[in-house]
């Protein structure tokens, strides 16, 4: 099982940073490979013809076959191990969180870091720039579903630290820099340390 | 294994259809229960309350369990069977177009159906109206991915009819509802039809 593994990321990305976060704590080694989003490295007819039809990263290479979407990606990584329970619905559940973190979720709390953080929101165009208000409105309905969910549990599946934490700890952690306030929501900062205190944890920057 | 199954529903959403087309082909019987989202009756504080805070459906109960997200739900339901690869890789890339689904085509394909087939154009507030260019833009990037991935494929991963299929089947197959013109991607109209063709297949309005 000593497939080579190549991240193609862009490592700023939450997404991207998921997949690295599953890798650690599995003991994967995996060689990255940095594109520029913003001048739009990712929409060369070589990526586009190549590593993913879709204009996207991450997507994880694993040797010669190409895997899009990050939460597939920590799947396929996390594969056999603790990360990924058994039990058949808390299984489900914990694909109940992913999917959630990339309808609900990503498409409003990170896109607010990103036109934010990362562009600028004075080079955002003007419809990116009529949007913010009703992402800054998902964004938080986001964060306190998550908020009411932890009020009452340490994790958001099957009761222990699972990939539906990584999916979601990847862009809360920094939903500060989209604007988002973080302190508003005490029971999903509590969740964030809990996150980062597990053993083998890496930063988004590491 | 009798669990009582009920499907939290809107029976015209293909996120429902997706839920009801997998209990149909792994033989589960679900007792379904409506609620009009156009009357807002997944916004109350009973449904809210017990059903799914998140305010929507499908939301899939398992004896006294709520499992939302509907590409969670199917998972659940094909447990065991051969609508689930059980490969390393052909699982991750099932949910990889799983994934994929719920966040560049539902939002884009499923939206527009929504808005001209179930709200009617006339009913729309100006900012919906504003994104319906922008939407059509991504719906048609949506389906033309699939188109590429379908000249050269007859499902979407594991080289056999799984979950994927199922997913992506669900608001595909209506997508002219939305103002889409299927005819432009004759490899996706086939694959439509094998999927039609598969044995215990229902219709979005069994």
Not at 129 to 155: K, S, V, Y
Request: aromatic share 10%; with cysteine.
């Amino acid at each position: 099982m000593m497939t080579d593994l190549i991240l193609h990321e862009y490592a700023n990305s939450g997404n991207c940073y998921k997949i690295r976060l599953t890798a650690a704590h599995v003991g994967a080694m995996i060689e990255r490979r940095e594109y520029d989003i913003l001048k739009g490295e990712t929409r060369t007819p070589g990526f586009l013809g190549t590593v993913n039809a879709n204009g996207r990263i991450p997507v994880l290479q694993i040797g010669d076959t190409f895997l899009p979407e990050s939460n597939a990606a920590c799947v396929w990584l996390a594969h056999g191990s603790a990360l990924i329970p058994q039990d058949r619905f808390d299984h489900a559940d914990m694909l109940r969180w992913m999917f959630w973190e990339q309808y609900n979720h990503e498409p409003n709390v990170a896109t607010l870091r990103f036109w934010r953080a990362m562009v600028g929101e004075a080079n955002l165009t003007a419809q990116q720039r009529e949007q913010i208000p009703a992402r800054e409105t998902a964004a938080a309905a986001a964060l306190a579903l998550m908020e009411e969910h932890l009020a009452a549990r340490d994790w958001f599946a099957a009761g222990r630290y699972t990939l539906a934490d990584i999916a979601l700890y990847a862009y809360t952690h920094v939903a500060g820099e989209g604007g988002m306030d973080l302190a508003r929501y005490p029971a999903t900062t509590a969740w964030l340390a809990r996150v980062a205190a597990q053993p083998g944890h890496i930063a988004i920057t590491a």
